[in-house]
């Protein structure tokens, strides 16, 4: 009802037909996210462009997890000044993360008079309403309340039809102490596994070779509504079918020797995991409010090792938390040292207003952090460049996502995520193949393929 309302306004403003420009900052749920605003959009008689200059409606859908997440959305919106000046009738609309902050609301309100609608997470359906409400009322909406339910049944465009991310959860319980995250996404919440199963079949029938379930914190799925994450991977990769299964992200606390075993045992899911750590001190994973040691983290590595020859880890790294000394990031160092990360997701500490750790005392300065943070990568890049020279000579599944005919260059990855590149004249996107790895570097594999499913 509030679609074809919407619809029937919009035919009103734009006769002669109208295309969207939507593009999500952030993290893969956002990304995720945004498949469903193209959804619903469409469903709004939109269709798409890849130029801003182009659109009678751009979406923003932000993320707020470092201050330069934000100032990049910022420096964006600054630029459709012009662009709104133009073109009088264009919506702008900014949702996500970022906008679910009350001091980024005002700071639109007041700095940004062109943008015409704001509001959060969690409430992707309001979209035709808010349009609908902006067009018969006149004035700016920012809506601010955080949506307190899980969406169901919301249309989707995903980008790729070989490669699908599927929500099974959204929010987080466990407030970190650096974290904004659940301020800004709310309390944790479960998608029912049935309703997960059948999108996963759906999927893998329609040909879709890579499903990776998304949450903020997987691990937690179902906890409250009494599912379990071990369960729902289990009924998954049950399903018949050639495709890789993965899951992000892990947190090592609610991380447990079962669910190890689904994947040593499983005949899809990739023998890889991300498991953020964030730091190698004690001292310091105690203040980020974490509920795990360096001790009980190394325990998951070598019971994830023993069951897994083959397995591969991978993890995010806060590098300067207030007040980090040189033994504290010894001991990160250490760590990395320890596992042998296949690859890194590392961030420089940002303060996020509001969090436990934004009054926290202190005294490292931005250069030394900066300084800390080129050491670590230059020691993650040996790490990298090691274990995937242990690759040549051996074969890895690929799942292919490009092909670049004049070069006769295919881009994929591992089910470990690793990059690859193979020279062949086949155009193999969208294609699993069997790749015997002739080269490393420490970002990427080169290899040739042998079989192509
Ligand atoms: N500063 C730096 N990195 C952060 N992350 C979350 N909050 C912050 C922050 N305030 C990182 C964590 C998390 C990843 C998604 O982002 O490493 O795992
Ligand atoms: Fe943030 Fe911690 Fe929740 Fe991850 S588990 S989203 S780091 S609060």
Same mark, same amino acid.
């Given at each position: 009802?509030? /679609?074809? +309302? ?6 009103? +403003?734009?006769? #002669? ?53 934000? &100032? ?16 009088? *009738? ?24 062109? @943008? ?38 919301? %249309?989707? @465009? ?22 904004? @995250? ?29 499903? &990776? ?5 997987? *691990?937690?799925?179902? #906890? ?5 994450? %071990? ?24 991380? $447990?020797?079962?669910? !190890?075993?689904? /994947? ?8 890889? +995991? ?14 980020? *409010? ?27 790294? !806060? /590098? ?14 250490? +760590? ?9 997701? $590392? ?7 509001? $969090? ?31 274990? *995937?020279?242990? #690759? ?27 990059? &690859? ?6 155009? /193999? ?5 069997? @790749? ?18």
């Amino acid at each position: 009802m509030e /679609v074809s +309302l919407c619809s029937k306004e919009l035919d009103k +403003l734009f006769p #002669k037909g109208r295309k969207a420009y939507i593009h999500s900052f952030g993290c893969q749920q956002n990304v995720s996210d945004g498949e469903h605003i193209s959804g619903i959009v469409q469903a709004l008689g939109f269709s798409f462009t890849d130029e801003e200059d182009d659109a009678e409606l751009i979406i923003y859908n932000t993320c707020a997890v470092r201050e330069t997440a934000e &100032t990049k959305v910022l420096g964006h919106i600054g630029a459709l000044k012009a662009l709104k000046q133009r073109k009088k *009738n264009m919506l702008i609309i900014i949702c996500g993360c970022m906008t679910q902050r009350k001091e980024m609301q005002e700071r639109i309100k007041k700095s940004y008079p062109f @943008v015409d609608i704001v509001f959060g997470t969690n409430n992707l359906k309001l979209i035709p309403r808010l349009i609908s409400r902006r067009l018969s009322e006149g004035k700016r909406i920012f809506h601010s309340d955080i949506g307190t339910q899980i969406e169901e049944g919301l %249309p989707i @465009v995903r980008e790729d039809s070989f490669k699908a991310y599927l929500p099974i959860m959204q929010g987080c319980d466990n407030f970190c102490s650096y974290c904004i @995250v659940p301020y800004v996404k709310g309390r944790e919440m479960s998608r029912r596994p049935q309703d997960i199963i059948d999108e996963a079949e759906a999927l893998v029938k329609n040909g879709c070779r890579e499903i &990776t379930l998304l949450g903020t914190n997987v *691990n937690s799925y179902g #906890k409250k509504e009494g599912y379990d994450f %071990p369960k729902l991977l289990k009924a998954i990769d049950e399903l018949d079918g050639d495709f890789f299964l993965s899951f992000m992200t892990s947190h090592p606390k609610d991380c $447990t020797k079962e669910l !190890i075993d689904v /994947v040593a045992q499983s005949r899809h899911i990739c023998h890889h +995991l991300h498991l953020p750590v964030q730091s190698g001190s004690n001292e310091i994973l105690k203040r980020m *409010n974490r509920s795990y040691t360096v001790e009980k983290y190394l325990s998951l590595i070598d019971y994830a090792r023993s069951k897994m020859a083959d397995v591969s880890f991978s993890s995010d790294i !806060i /590098v300067g938390f207030p007040n980090e000394s040189d033994k504290d990031f010894a001991d990160t160092l250490s +760590l990395i040292e320890k596992v042998r990360y296949n690859a890194l997701f $590392t961030f420089i500490y940002s303060k996020r207003s509001g $969090t436990p750790a934004a009054i926290m005392e202190d005294e490292i300065t931005h250069r030394e952090k900066a300084v800390r943070m080129n050491r670590l990568l230059k020691i993650q890049q040996r790490i990298s460049h090691e274990l *995937n020279s242990e #690759k040549v000579g051996r074969q890895e599944k690929v799942l292919f996502d490009s092909y670049d005919s004049e070069n006769r260059l295919a881009v994929g990855r591992t089910g470990a995520n690793i990059l &690859t590149l193979s020279q062949t004249d086949t155009d /193999v996107t969208g294609k699993m193949c069997l @790749v015997t790895i002739k080269e490393a570097m420490s970002a990427q594999i080169k290899g040739v393929i042998d079989i192509i499913y």
